[in-house]
């Protein structure tokens, strides 16, 4: 744009800090930031505090983040709070985290998200009897959680997959590709990550749970389904947890395929071990 004359507006600075924000590129997302304003006579909106506060958050820097919101000189939105709020779930801060989420359910009481992060922080912590009132709290306000869903398509027709789920006319034999997926995740490394699990069950149980995500059942039937070189694309309507992720890297080089997710947030494409977001999403 320099090189060619272009001056930015507010809606190029929104451009490049979320492009930043989602590559972890903090520096320089605080270069543009500040160059804003002080090169270009833009004052930041509120969308711009919040791509910073995003910025910040998912780099792990919750105090300096949270310093940001206290310090803006507009009135923080919900989902300024709510970057910061996925932030502490994602770094593993409860204190932050539920101080935030608090905040957050107060403010918009009817946000099933907002509940639900705030009850994955007491139940990561095992913190059960806040989990209860989180859950009666949604009940009283007619809160549902919304629950996710992997979409695969395969010649012309949506196949939809919840967490668990056994309804599939082919379920006997996806179950037969989880198994197999299982055992050559286990020789390519994997660990259940079982903090995903929040739930007040047994090591056991969890691992079971976690393996029937709904991400991992739609992976399986693209196995089942979808010949190589072809990629196997999924749709997942919410973010893609740390431990699907982890094994769709492991599954992509275990069975030589191209699998490509596109969840809430962005695209990942999966392959030989890698993923296109380089652990950052």
């Not at 101080?99 to 922080?121: A, C, M, T």
């Not at 996710?148 to 919840?162: Q, Y």
Request: charged letters at 30%.
């Amino acid at each position: 744009m320099k090189e060619c004359s272009i001056v930015p507006n507010e809606i190029t600075f929104l451009a490049v800090l979320g492009a930043c924000r989602h590559m972890g590129l903090v520096e320089e997302g605080r270069r543009h930031f500040d160059a804003m304003s002080r090169k270009h006579g833009i004052e930041p909106t509120i969308k711009h505090y919040g791509c910073m506060v995003d910025l910040l958050g998912r780099a792990g820097k919750l105090t300096e983040a949270e310093e940001l919101i206290a310090n803006m000189p507009v009135p923080p939105d919900v989902s300024t709070w709510g970057a910061l709020l996925g932030a502490c779930k994602k770094h593993g801060d409860n204190v932050m985290g539920e101080r935030v989420g608090r905040k957050l359910v107060d403010l918009q009481p009817e946000h099933d998200g907002f509940h639900v992060l705030l009850s994955n922080i007491y139940a990561s912590k095992g913190s059960w009897d806040n989990v209860h009132e989180i859950r009666g709290m949604m009940r009283q306000h007619g809160v549902i959680k919304t629950p996710g869903c992997s979409m695969i398509e395969v010649k012309g027709t949506i196949h939809e997959f919840l967490a668990g789920d056994k309804t599939h006319p082919q379920s006997e034999d996806i179950e037969k590709m989880l198994d197999d997926m299982a055992k050559k995740l286990k020789m390519e490394g994997y660990a259940p990550d079982t903090r995903e699990v929040l739930l007040d069950i047994d090591e056991e149980d969890k691992e079971t749970t976690l393996f029937r995500h709904s991400e991992k059942i739609a992976i399986a039937f693209g196995l089942l389904t979808i010949d190589a070189p072809t990629p196997i694309r999924i749709m997942k309507n919410l973010r893609i947890c740390n431990d699907c992720h982890m094994a769709a890297k492991l599954i992509s080089r275990a069975y030589d395929r191209e699998i490509v997710v596109r969840d809430r947030h962005r695209f990942h494409h999966f392959k030989q071990g890698s993923c296109s977001c380089l652990d950052y999403w």
